[in-house]
């Protein structure tokens, strides 16, 4: 079974600085990868997902993330934090096979500071 | 208004009683899920369904069950609820036309509390 590792419930940031969430995952064959941003009282939307081909994916609001096989890796990161960046973030896989059944990770709180 | 509609958005209720909780949607997707997010352990997939006549269980299925409607329609419901379901649940649905590979899209989420 497939299994997703986020490194920190909570993660505090400056306003300005970088953003760099954590998340690893376990599975045999390389999967579908999201990342998904959840704002209070909200439902989760997608900030970008690894399908196939480009290992270095970008997504809306300046996010981007690299999938590193050999590390079963797939970290969020955007080079300046905003305000507006305060929310959770989640990390999902998926089996390619699997029809949009998803594995997420627990969650990752981003607070940013002025 | 919303793509993906739940209702209700908020519901307490007490242990025993059965509580449903509906969603639609507009996008025309043919797959929809159901799952709950507890604080800690980020969501979990309770049931889904790729079509009116498919039904699955999902990771945790026990103590809750599902109607698919229509095509735009599907309900969970608590048959008997007990404090330990108080959770926030979510509805979504997603789209395998055209090779899309499974994106989710979610609702607001209905946040149920038994007391």
């Known amino acids: 079974a497939q299994s997703v590792t986020q490194l920190g419930s909570h993660v505090s940031v400056s306003e300005g600085a970088l953003v760099l969430l954590r998340c690893n995952y376990s599975?045999?064959?390389?999967?579908?990868l999201f990342w998904y941003v959840q704002y209070p009282n909200q439902g989760l939307q997608l900030l970008l997902k690894?399908?196939?081909?480009?290992?270095l994916v970008k997504g809306i609001n300046g996010f981007e993330a690299e999938f590193k096989k050999s590390e079963t890796s797939f970290h969020l990161t955007k080079p300046s934090a905003h305000m507006s960046d305060a929310a959770e973030y989640f990390c999902?896989?998926?089996?390619?096979?699997?029809?949009?059944?998803?594995?997420f990770g627990a969650g990752t709180q981003v607070v940013v500071t002025p | 208004d919303a793509d993906v509609t739940q209702t209700p958005r908020n519901r307490i209720t007490k242990t025993g009683k059965r509580i449903m909780l509906e969603c639609s949607q507009t996008?025309?997707?043919?797959?929809m899920y159901w799952y709950r997010q507890d604080p800690g352990l980020g969501l979990r997939l309770i049931y889904y369904?790729?079509?009116?006549?498919?039904?699955n269980k999902g990771e945790i299925s026990d103590g809750y069950s599902v109607s698919r409607q229509a095509q735009a329609k599907f309900s969970l419901s608590l048959e008997s609820a007990i404090p330990n379901q108080t959770a926030l649940y979510f509805c979504?649905?997603?789209?395998?036309?055209?090779?899309?590979?499974?994106?989710?899209?979610f609702g607001e989420g209905s946040r149920l509390t038994v007391l």
């Open positions: 999902a896989v998926s089996e390619r096979d699997s029809w949009g059944k998803l594995q």
């Open positions: 996008k025309g997707h043919d797959r």
């Open positions: 690894y399908t196939t081909g480009a290992t």
């Open positions: 599975s045999s064959v390389p999967p579908y």
């Open positions: 979504a649905t997603s789209d395998f036309r055209g090779g899309n590979t499974g994106e989710l899209f």
């Open positions: 369904s790729f079509d009116v006549k498919d039904i």
